[in-house]
């Protein structure tokens, strides 16, 4: 075993209430297995109790005197490294690293302006890009919602107007088309004889009335 170990003040508040008999046959035992490397015998159970919880304690502040003991035959403790031969240059090198990151940074910032500047423009090409639809592509679009709305009169109402809702210009077709279905007099006629067309109406407003 080793020639030492570490007695921490909660054992020792522990230990100190017994008696005086009792006390010595313990601290004996103790010295015993840490010192001498002999287990205790005949304990009773109540001091055998305290050394059980002591002999773990016991048992590391031994293996750590025996490797200190070690490395001391090795020369002590391995030297620490040693500094770079050149501090100023592994100092400069972060540094420009950091200044080409800002560069490139610098960088994605004047194409993420050059992009947002773009943007707009694009986007007004297609609001102004509205091309009124033909018969098929609105006959199709009534079909597919199972509306009632008639075609040829939606043409016919929207074409004599300019294609205009109010005083702008229409944008979306399909918009004005299910907004059609919400009027009653927007009826699909029974025959196409009997289809209405802008002439049937007096105003825009005769045509959205309920």
């Known amino acids: 075993m080793g020639y030492g170990f570490m007695m921490l003040p909660s054992y020792y508040e522990a230990i100190r209430p017994l008696p005086d008999d009792q006390r010595l046959a313990l601290y004996d035992a103790i010295m015993d297995y840490a010192f001498q490397g002999v287990d205790p015998v005949d304990l009773p159970p109540i001091l055998n109790g305290y050394f059980v919880l002591l002999r773990p304690n016991i048992d590391s502040s031994s293996s750590r005197y025996a490797a200190s003991v070690e490395n001391g035959k090795k020369g002590g403790r391995p030297p620490k490294p040693k500094p770079s031969e050149n501090p100023a240059k592994t100092q400069a090198e972060p540094s420009e690293n ?5 560069e490139k940074e610098k960088e994605r910032e004047k194409e993420t302006e050059r992009e947002s500047i773009a943007a707009p423009a694009c986007g007004k090409k297609k609001r102004q ?3 009124p639809p033909t018969l098929e592509e609105v006959a199709a679009y009534v079909q597919e919602r199972g509306s009632n709305v008639d075609p040829q009169g939606f043409i016919d109402f929207y074409a004599a107007k300019g294609w205009m809702v109010g005083k702008s210009k229409m944008v979306d077709w399909k918009a004005a088309c299910r907004n059609a279905e919400k009027w009653e007099r927007w009826q699909r006629p029974s025959t196409r004889n009997d289809v209405r067309t802008a002439s049937d109406y007096e105003s825009g407003d ?4 309920r």
Do not use: R
């Not at 950091?98 to 800002?102: G, R, V």
């Not at 005769?206 to 009335?209: E, K, M, P, S």
């Open 206 to 209: 005769d045509f959205f009335a």
């Open 98 to 102: 950091q200044e080409k990151e800002k």
């Open 129 to 131: 890009s509205f091309a």
